[in-house]
């Protein structure tokens, strides 16, 4: 059992609530079908009908939607412990698509494996429902980022969103993180050009705030830089085990 206890996703639930050897044993019955996807072909296409949700291991992803004009909006980036695609389980077709960034692993979960599992385990289910709740607060912090905050300090925020989102599941800091976006990444996630994104991250070094480089993010002085976002983590929700 200490493999899924030490998991990213269980890691990440029991954020949430303390979770039985019984509903740890499901969670792992969840991660039965491991499957490796190479960098750059998308898991889930938009529009795809019929779609199986994901686990997501190891690796990071991003989810997008492409525009009429051919343009891409990166709605988010999923890390390990992340749910790929929970929508399109509901859904009549995925309303966005999903491109690994880069080699990972993932398990399969069917609709079937899920409602098994929120039959069996209710508990797990309000864990899974947190998530999803999570995920839905920070879509809406983006969107306020997009419309009202200045580049550097949405960029500042986003590095402080990462940050706190990969310390829960073991693999960031307030020291900062590894990272394998790149600047592109950066522009299509937070609607500036890949120019833009390279002046303000240059700014940021120069201040003495953070510093993106070589795949790792430092968080130079990590109280400034949160004082520049106004970042408050308390949408993230992370703070405490909500039931025991």
């Given at each position: 059992?200490?493999?899924?206890?030490?998991?990213?996703?269980?890691?990440?639930?029991?954020?949430?609530?303390?979770?039985?050897?019984?509903?740890?044993?499901?969670?792992?019955?969840?991660?039965?079908?491991?499957?490796?996807?190479?960098?750059?072909?998308?898991?889930?296409?938009?529009?795809?009908?019929?779609?199986?949700?994901?686990?997501?291991?190891?690796?990071?992803?991003?989810?997008?939607?492409?525009?009429?004009?051919?343009?891409?909006?990166?709605?988010?980036?999923?890390?390990?412990?992340?749910?790929?695609?929970?929508?399109?389980?509901?859904?009549?077709?995925?309303?966005?698509?999903i491109e690994p960034i880069m080699q990972i692993e993932?398990?399969?979960?069917?609709?079937?494996?899920?409602?098994?599992?929120?039959?069996?385990?209710?508990?797990?289910?309000?864990?899974?429902?947190?998530?999803?709740?999570?995920?839905?607060?920070?879509?809406?912090?983006?969107?306020?980022?997009?419309?009202?905050?200045?580049?550097?300090?949405?960029?500042?925020?986003?590095?402080?969103?990462?940050?706190?989102?990969?310390?829960?599941?073991?693999?960031?800091?307030?020291?900062?993180?590894?990272?394998?976006?790149?600047?592109?990444?950066?522009?299509?996630?937070?609607?500036?050009?890949?120019?833009?994104?390279?002046?303000?991250?240059?700014?940021?070094?120069?201040?003495?705030l953070a510093t993106f480089r070589a795949g790792k993010?430092?968080?130079d002085n990590y109280d400034r830089l949160v004082a520049?976002?106004?970042?408050?983590?308390?949408?993230?929700?992370?703070?405490?085990?909500?039931?025991?």
């Amino acid at each position: 059992m200490n493999a899924i206890e030490n998991s990213p996703l269980a890691r990440k639930l029991m954020a949430f609530v303390a979770l039985s050897a019984g509903e740890l044993a499901v969670l792992e019955r969840l991660h039965q079908r491991r499957r490796t996807f190479a960098a750059g072909r998308d898991l889930v296409h938009q529009g795809q009908p019929e779609q199986a949700a994901y686990i997501l291991s190891e690796g990071w992803v991003c989810s997008y939607k492409i525009q009429p004009d051919g343009s891409r909006q990166i709605v988010d980036f999923q890390i390990p412990g992340d749910f790929l695609g929970l929508r399109s389980v509901l859904l009549q077709a995925s309303d966005h698509s999903i491109e690994p960034i880069m080699q990972i692993e993932a398990a399969e979960v069917l609709a079937d494996d899920l409602i098994t599992a929120f039959a069996e385990t209710p508990r797990l289910a309000m864990a899974i429902l947190w998530a999803a709740s999570r995920d839905e607060a920070m879509v809406v912090e983006h969107l306020v980022g997009l419309g009202r905050r200045d580049a550097d300090e949405r960029m500042a925020h986003f590095l402080l969103e990462l940050g706190a989102r990969l310390e829960l599941v073991g693999m960031g800091s307030k020291s900062g993180y590894d990272c394998p976006l790149t600047q592109y990444h950066l522009a299509d996630a937070l609607g500036l050009s890949a120019v833009h994104v390279n002046r303000v991250l240059r700014q940021l070094r120069e201040d003495g705030l953070a510093t993106f480089r070589a795949g790792k993010v430092t968080f130079d002085n990590y109280d400034r830089l949160v004082a520049l976002a106004e970042f408050d983590p308390a949408y993230l929700d992370q703070a405490r085990p909500f039931l025991k």
